[in-house]
């Protein structure tokens, strides 16, 4: 009897364990799975976020650096435009000095204006009012402030040839056209009348005017540029007269 209690006990305890054994672990299984998956979600928002903060952060160096590199490419693009009128506004002045200068004792001169141009009007010289050279031509030479549709100003030197000598009845070569200048804000011009000691804006008299007035102003530039020219042989003749 004692026997057999002492078997079925023995039975029972080498059994319990394996009974009851498995529902601890169980119940420890489940908390790990269940704490486990936020973990992994929480992982996978922290990433999602820094990676959009990174691509924020990039759009904003990019266009950062595309706006720098944009501003540097415009300012250095007025820099050289307005390098590039300078030079030529300094070009303009030189080429009209020199040629108003040089203008002979034979030289007639008058203005006419129009509603659109404002002509100066040399007759009887030399073809000097363009790049091609001294001595190139002689005839009439017009040199017209023009209007542009814009508002400005064009500065435009015409060369009309006179007939050949050898043969009056021939035609002569077609009048070359040279745009000297573009885009001026302002361009007027203006003579000097010894005579009467006054600076005139339009000149019909028979004489000639010692100096030359012209104020143009080139797109871009802050402020007018006054250039004063005189004609050599006027001066000249007047102070024997």
């Given at each position: 009897m004692n026997s057999i209690f002492s078997g079925w006990f023995g039975r029972s305890a080498t059994r319990a364990p394996a009974a009851f054994g498995p529902g601890p672990a169980f119940s420890t299984d489940r908390p790990q799975s269940s704490t486990a998956k936020p973990d992994r979600k929480n992982a996978r928002g922290y990433l999602l976020l820094e990676v959009l903060l990174a691509l924020v952060i990039l759009s904003i160096i990019v266009g950062l650096v595309f706006r720098i590199i944009q501003t540097t490419s415009q300012v250095t693009s007025n820099v050289q435009f307005l390098q590039g009128q300078q030079?030529?506004?300094?070009?303009?002045?030189?080429?009209?000095?020199?040629?108003?200068?040089?203008?002979?004792?034979?030289?007639?001169?008058?203005?006419?204006?129009?509603?659109?141009?404002?002509?100066?009007?040399?007759?009887?010289?030399?073809?000097?009012?363009?790049?091609?050279?001294?001595?190139?031509g002689f005839g009439t030479v017009i040199l017209a402030v023009k209007n542009q549709p814009d508002g400005r100003f064009t500065l435009v030197a015409t060369e009309i040839p006179e007939p050949p000598v050898t043969d009056p009845e021939s035609k002569p070569p077609p009048p070359t056209v040279t745009t000297l200048i573009t885009g001026l804000v302002r361009c007027n011009w203006r003579f000097f009348d010894r005579n009467t000691g006054n600076w005139v804006t339009n000149w019909t008299s028979g004489d000639r005017p010692s100096l030359f007035e012209c104020t143009f102003q080139v797109s871009g530039e802050p402020t007018p540029v006054r250039a004063v020219f005189p004609w050599r042989v006027a001066q000249t003749l007047q102070a024997n007269s």
């Amino acid at each position: 009897m004692n026997s057999i209690f002492s078997g079925w006990f023995g039975r029972s305890a080498t059994r319990a364990p394996a009974a009851f054994g498995p529902g601890p672990a169980f119940s420890t299984d489940r908390p790990q799975s269940s704490t486990a998956k936020p973990d992994r979600k929480n992982a996978r928002g922290y990433l999602l976020l820094e990676v959009l903060l990174a691509l924020v952060i990039l759009s904003i160096i990019v266009g950062l650096v595309f706006r720098i590199i944009q501003t540097t490419s415009q300012v250095t693009s007025n820099v050289q435009f307005l390098q590039g009128q300078q030079e030529h506004s300094d070009g303009i002045y030189e080429i009209l000095r020199k040629d108003i200068e040089s203008l002979p004792g034979t030289a007639e001169f008058q203005t006419k204006r129009t509603r659109d141009d404002f002509e100066l009007i040399f007759n009887e010289t030399p073809f000097n009012f363009s790049w091609k050279g001294a001595e190139s031509g002689f005839g009439t030479v017009i040199l017209a402030v023009k209007n542009q549709p814009d508002g400005r100003f064009t500065l435009v030197a015409t060369e009309i040839p006179e007939p050949p000598v050898t043969d009056p009845e021939s035609k002569p070569p077609p009048p070359t056209v040279t745009t000297l200048i573009t885009g001026l804000v302002r361009c007027n011009w203006r003579f000097f009348d010894r005579n009467t000691g006054n600076w005139v804006t339009n000149w019909t008299s028979g004489d000639r005017p010692s100096l030359f007035e012209c104020t143009f102003q080139v797109s871009g530039e802050p402020t007018p540029v006054r250039a004063v020219f005189p004609w050599r042989v006027a001066q000249t003749l007047q102070a024997n007269s």
